[in-house]
T-cell receptor
Framework: EAGVTQSPTHLIKTRGQQATLRCSPI?????VYWYQQALGLGLQFLLW???????NRGNFPPRFSGRQFPNYSSELNVNALELEDSALYLC????????????FGPGTRLTVL | EDQVTQSPEALRLQEGESSSLNCSYT??????LFWYRQDPGKGPEFLFT???AGEEKEKERLKATLTKKESFLHITAPKPEDSATYLC??????????????FGQGTTLQVKP
């Protein structure tokens, strides 16, 4: 069974640009979660999508946004990039809404210059 | 405020030298405690889920236990391939916590041959 996949693996942007990160959940999973792991910091919860709707978001500014598509894949958009947005962005999925173990993908390394 | 603290931050062991990693938590109501393993530059790999005090889970050389205030990850006779960062996360009660895992900073384990 294929795990969570993310693309691209690496992404380099400059300050002020926009970044788009993509995630495909494990087949049969309907919930997708996004986390940020900045250097030296723990994983911080960003967003949770289920059945196409945003269900919860962490303590991040509105320039972090996303969506979930009918096939349950998801996209994270970061607008007006800042240097401190440089981090590993991790996507996870679970089979039901918010009560099950979250399985993580390999992450997208975003570097903002 | 819901919080997860892991100790020690780093641990060096000789191959075969057993030890324990600690995860203490302060949450309004525990809905699950999760252990993950993360290799450098990769996404977290799920190990265990624990739900209630007294619960134990085992997998190969790893055993996770849970009390009302903390969890331990016991590593018996570790091998070099057990070297990784071990992450503890909790899910807490409350509408603002739905879908969200709160992570500790992790314990980086190095096992020398």
């Amino acid at each position: 069974e294929a795990g969570v996949t993310q693309s691209p693996t690496h992404l380099i942007k400059t300050r002020g640009q926009q970044a788009t990160l993509r995630c495909s959940p494990i087949s049969g999973h309907t919930s997708v979660y996004w986390y940020q792991q900045a250097l030296g910091l723990g994983l911080q919860f960003l967003l949770w999508y289920d059945e196409g709707e945003e269900r919860n978001r962490g303590n991040f500014p509105p320039r972090f946004s996303g969506r979930q598509f009918p096939n349950y894949s998801s996209e994270l958009n970061v607008n007006a990039l800042e240097l401190e947005d440089s981090a590993l962005y991790l996507c996870a999925s679970s089979p039901r809404t918010a009560t099950d173990t979250q399985y993580f993908g390999p992450g997208t390394r975003l570097t903002v210059l | 405020e819901d919080q997860v603290t892991q100790s020690p931050e780093a641990l060096r062991l000789q191959e075969g030298e057993s030890s324990s990693l600690n995860c203490s938590y302060t949450v309004s109501g525990l809905r699950g405690l999760f252990w993950y393993r993360q290799d450098p530059g990769k996404g977290p790999e799920f190990l265990f889920t624990l739900y209630s005090a007294g619960e134990e889970k085992e997998k190969e050389r790893l055993k996770a236990t849970l009390t009302k205030k903390e969890s331990f990850l016991h590593i018996t006779a570790p091998k070099p391939e057990d070297s990784a960062t071990y992450l503890c996360a909790v899910r807490a009660r409350g509408s603002s916590n739905t879908g969200k895992l709160i992570f500790g900073q992790g314990t980086t384990l190095q096992v020398k041959p």
